[in-house]
């Protein structure tokens, strides 16, 4: 029986379940505060009450990130429940578009489904309440989607459109990360024009990013909002410091390093002429993709370094990368091989599913479960 092969219907109803279950995992636990987690709430609640950004309250972040909680409101009442039931739908959002990504780059849905998996550990099962952190990078996450999919799919320029869209949504939700989802957008872009010898889509890009950036701003343009652009004036200070990336780079970052390791080792080997880069398109967008994350990755855990998780998304993203590559030599869908890597992964990413299941497990069960005894010698 282990040897058979999980059919694609099987995988999806796994698929789906994880998917619900950890983005609605918020809904279904009790929840750790978030220092600072009034900022949400209040930004939320002036706009609830018809204040305008900028006009009626400074803000210290981009408006990008108060919308969906807004909405939230809106729709369920200005309460903290409401925040969690945003960050639910946030999760969601994550989740699909993730998915989305990797289907159109070719994974099979044993390999989404190993991929989503340890999303939802490593990332989605730690944000409980909506963070600009974590909301930029889903915003990030609907941009590639529609990107990568006029670069593979359609072409149609209504993708490109509404991914330069939310590419500038990310900028107006945290500078660092949509600065660095623009440049990682044009990258994929750059590429994808020189392998097709045309650059229209660069240009409809660029100007369609250029228009949602003064949709944003125009707006704006009564009021004084340029403090928000801080280049480290008195009394913050600029964290676009070289000494901090490289002390990063050195001191820490080793998964970063190995997977950036192992990515270009299988370019090398992949890719030895250049007629086998153009035949293989597909392959080089998600190549730079995955690099590109993995810079990213690096960056952020500099000018974004709370909470410490921040950039955890960077590990499924090479997973799935090394999991792709290897679908020609593995039979990922036999069951035991399934079994086995959902195991490993559940055991590798345990530290947030162990801490949080204990609370019960230490009710349920204390002689096992229990913290010893604090006051004893």
């Known amino acids: 029986m282990l040897n058979k092969e999980l059919s694609s219907r099987q995988t999806l109803f796994i698929e ?3 998917v619900l279950l950890f983005s609605s995992l918020p809904l279904l636990t009790e929840l750790p505060f978030r220092v600072n987690i009034f900022l949400t709430w209040e930004g939320a609640y002036r706009m609830y009450l018809g204040q305008f950004p900028f006009k009626d309250f400074g803000m210290p972040l981009g408006y990008g990130f108060w919308i969906i909680p807004f909405l939230s409101f809106k729709i369920f009442g200005p309460y903290l429940y409401s925040l969690v039931i945003a960050q639910a739908f946030i999760n969601l959002v994550s989740l699909l578009s993730f998915r989305s990504i990797l289907k159109m780059f070719g994974l099979t849905p044993i390999q989404t489904l190993l991929s989503i998996s340890l999303l939802c550990l490593s990332f989605v099962m ?4 909506p963070w600009y952190n974590h909301t930029v990078f889903v915003f990030q996450l609907i941009g590639l989607y529609f990107l990568v999919h006029h670069l593979l799919k359609s072409k149609s320029i209504v993708f490109l459109g509404l991914s330069a869209f939310f590419t500038a949504l990310c900028f107006f939700t945290k500078q660092d990360a949509g600065g660095l989802a623009f440049m990682l957008a044009m990258a994929l872009l750059i590429a994808n024009g020189l392998l097709d010898k045309q650059f229209k889509s660069i240009l409809l890009f660029v100007g369609f990013y250029i228009l949602s950036i003064g949709l944003f701003i125009l707006p704006l343009l009564r009021y004084d ?5 801080n280049h480290g004036q008195p009394p913050h200070f600029s964290r676009i ?3 901090d990336f490289l002390s990063s780079f050195f001191e820490e970052s080793l998964f970063i390093k190995f997977y950036i390791g192992g990515i270009i080792i299988v370019a090398m080997v992949r890719f030895k002429t250049w007629q086998s880069i153009v035949e293989d398109k597909v392959f080089l967008l998600f190549t730079l993709l995955t690099l590109g994350i993995m810079v990213q990755a690096m960056i952020i855990q500099v000018t974004s370094f709370s909470p410490p998780t921040v950039n ?10 090394f999991l792709y590559v290897l679908k020609d030599q593995i039979r990922f869908e036999k069951i035991w091989i399934a079994l086995l890597l959902l195991t490993f992964i559940f055991i590798w990413r345990s530290e947030n599913t162990w801490k949080y299941s204990n609370r019960i497990f230490s009710k349920v069960i204390p002689g096992l479960f229990a913290p010893p ?5």
């Open 16 to 18: 789906i379940a994880i």
């Open 126 to 129: 730690i944000n409980f309440w």
């Open 225 to 229: 909002f340029s403090y928000w652009f």
């Open 241 to 243: 410091n070289l000494f």
């Open 312 to 321: 955890y998304y960077f590990h499924s993203f090479a997973i799935a990368y």
């Open 373 to 377: 005894d604090k006051t004893e010698i």
